[in-house]
């Protein structure tokens, strides 16, 4: 069963979860709410959670800061939520994919598993895109590869796991030669495309606007489907490379937290994923409308990819 369809089931049971748990409560966190960001400043993730934690803070009179834990594409944010008491005063906001290709390939390592949280929801489903200068000589990803190849290999930027296995994953067939450098985060990739230091790198949408400037272009779409505004970009499967990511943006605190303080944070997520401003950001940021599955779809999700991700590499 694929991980869409999985969702698509699990949607609407969401939304009506969503608006029993939207009622008032009488909890509050205790001192300041952190909203932590497993990304830096300036991409996609960061951009719409100090959006989301603004908003939060308007409609509950709730003390809520946002603030920046890097590393590992949300695995350090992550290791630091499963160690902290559940008193409900931290949110962690990541995306899917770095921290499921992280519990298969190394669960052993890592001082968390899937049931070290409470999932409290989602706001969107990332679109991820290679994309490149505007001038560099190549279009897409089969002429990136040539070029690459002619030219002793080529420096590409990542910002999660998921980018750089998608590149391993094409240079294992390819033997393209890519050398891949690691970013803090969406925004540090693109400063190093505008700056020349890397030829090519990853966003999940924040690049738009470089798009539509006309200093870069999209190389692939690193989703299963083509994005809706690049109808024309082929997909790394439609490049002759069967591998992909749907990176969904979601939110999890420590696992035991109270339930009143849980549903409390899971109805302030909702009132303000449902708000007209967040929806503005999102299509901003990733070109779609919010998604919210709700804590226990967001759950499934996160689960069906550790099992479909041990599926992938054999574990």
Do not use: C
């Not at 005063?89 to 899937?114: A, E, S, W, Y």
């Not at 560099?136 to 690459?148: G, H, K, R, S």
């Not at 790394?236 to 549903?263: K, L, M, N, Q, S």
């Amino acid at each position: 069963m694929k991980l869409k369809s999985m969702i698509a089931g699990a949607v609407a049971g969401a939304f009506i979860a969503l608006g029993s748990a939207a009622q008032a409560s009488d909890w509050k966190p205790s001192g300041t709410l952190k909203l932590q960001i497993g990304f830096g400043a300036g991409g996609a993730t960061d951009t719409m959670g100090r959006v989301i934690a603004k908003v939060m803070k308007e409609q509950t009179g709730w003390n809520i800061i946002a603030e920046n834990k890097t590393g590992g594409g949300g695995v350090a944010m992550f290791t630091g939520i499963s160690k902290m008491p559940p008193k409900g005063n931290v949110i962690g906001m990541g995306v899917n994919m770095p921290i499921i290709v992280n519990l298969v390939n190394r669960g052993d390592q890592l001082p968390f598993n899937l049931d070290s949280f409470d999932y409290l929801g989602t706001v969107a489903q990332a679109q991820l895109a290679l994309v490149a200068l505007a001038d560099a000589p190549f279009d897409t990803l089969p002429e990136m590869i040539e070029y690459a190849k002619a030219n002793e290999g080529m420096p590409v930027a990542f910002d999660a796991p998921p980018q750089k296995l998608m590149m391993e994953f094409v240079d294992g067939q390819a033997e393209a030669g890519f050398r891949l450098v690691s970013t803090k985060g969406a925004a540090e990739s693109e400063k190093l495309i505008l700056g020349g230091q890397v030829l090519a790198g990853f966003s999940a949408g924040s690049h738009k606007k470089y798009l539509e400037s006309g200093d870069m272009k999209m190389i692939a779409s690193a989703n299963e489907g083509r994005h809706n505004y690049a109808p024309d970009v082929e997909t790394f499967r439609e490049a002759g490379y069967d591998i992909y990511v749907d990176p969904y943006f979601f939110f999890a605190t420590g696992a035991g937290t109270e339930p009143e303080a849980r549903e409390a944070l899971v109805s302030a997520l909702a009132n303000a994923i449902a708000s007209e401003e967040v929806a503005e950001v999102v299509r901003n940021v990733v070109t779609s409308n919010p998604v919210n599955l709700g804590p226990d779809a967001t759950k499934k999700m996160m689960e069906y990819g550790v099992l479909n991700g041990k599926v992938l590499f054999g574990k």
